[in-house]
């Protein structure tokens, strides 16, 4: 029977100046299995970030501000706890893989010492020195990289293979869930493909559950099992990854993500790129957040924030669906 590890419910975070409020995650829910792999996908600015951010509540500590919902890993809410207990969960128990290996990574430390650190910190079963240096070694070889290499500088190694030493450190203390943002955006194609399948290798071995974030749909359909395609703060279709990839019909938005998809295996469809951008997020159009871009917009798109439909496969939050609509049948 699949274990839930994580739920997600009714989450909204703003960012708040003296001169604005941003809304920046608006009511999201969601749940994730040990074992699977949750793919966010959007745009910048979408909120993907800062919903993963929440998570680990690693927001910007003067603006960042989680208004309301909970956030339940392994039964218990993160949102309740301190901020020593949760200094024991980051690194431990939920880990995270940021865009960029450069920045993720201290240059004036070596490599080995990086993955030591985490261990070392969370050393809870008193590992001795040799147990740690082991560790670190099997860390390396499992991303790919020999041991050896351990006294080695970030700087000495490929775009690709920083990326690797940064799943390295994540994955040092077999974290249970392991959110990764964009781990492989700075990567060229052929380096992309190799880390996503070593990711996805090491993440059934270790049975832990993934969030993968994204902007880019291949990599969903490479590693997901689940999708939820993000708008402005919302989640706005949500389903098993066959089942939006196949589905007959989708939020317009999806629409407009598949539509910007280079087609290589012909010249039968162009691209057709979403036009416009994201709405403003301090201030938020009355209705559907897509409502300015969306081609298919209705009237009353523009006053009443959209019904969601369930087909109990995926849900899709729109008007033109409305007549259709039925219980969330659970996925959510
Ligand atoms: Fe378009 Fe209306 Fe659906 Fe929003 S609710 S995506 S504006 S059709």
Do not use: W
Request: aromatic content about 6%.
């Amino acid at each position: 029977m699949s274990e839930e590890i994580l739920k997600i419910k009714d989450l909204n975070v703003i960012y708040k100046t003296d001169l604005e409020t941003v809304y920046a995650v608006n009511k999201i829910s969601f749940s994730l299995n040990r074992g699977e792999t949750l793919g966010i996908v959007g745009e910048t600015g979408a909120g993907k970030t800062t919903a993963a951010l929440s998570i680990l509540r690693l927001l910007p500590e003067r603006t960042g501000k989680i208004t309301k919902g909970s956030v339940e890993f392994c039964g218990e809410n993160l949102l309740n706890l301190s901020e020593s207990k949760m200094r024991l969960i980051r690194g431990k128990k939920i880990s995270m893989i940021f865009q960029d290996p450069m920045t993720a990574l201290n240059p004036i430390m070596t490599v080995g010492n990086q993955i030591a650190e985490s261990l070392i910190f969370h050393n809870s079963d008193n590992k001795s020195r040799e147990e740690i240096e082991k560790r670190v070694e099997e860390s390396l070889e499992m991303v790919g990289i020999p041991a050896s290499r351990k006294k080695d500088y970030p700087h000495q190694f490929s775009g690709g293979m920083r990326q690797r030493v940064v799943i390295a450190i994540a994955l040092a203390c077999s974290p249970e869930l392991l959110i990764a943002d964009e781990p492989t955006t700075a990567l060229d194609v052929t380096i992309q493909a190799q880390v996503l399948a070593m990711m996805n290798d090491l993440q059934s071995r270790m049975k832990s559950a993934m969030i993968m974030i994204t902007h880019d749909l291949g990599v969903v359909a490479q590693t997901c099992d689940n999708v939820a395609v993000m708008y402005a703060g919302e989640i706005i279709e949500y389903g098993k990854m066959e089942d939006i990839f196949d589905a007959e019909f989708h939020h317009p938005y999806t629409d407009g993500l598949f539509g910007s998809i280079p087609n290589l295996t012909g010249n039968e469809k162009r691209l057709s790129p979403i036009e416009g951008l994201m709405p403003d997020p301090t201030n938020l159009p009355k209705g559907c957040n897509f409502s300015p871009r969306c081609p298919k917009c209705m009237d009353i798109c523009k006053k009443e924030p959209p019904p969601f439909h369930a087909d109990g496969k995926h849900i899709i939050f729109c008007h033109l669906y409305n007549n259709k609509s039925q219980t969330a049948g659970g996925v959510l």
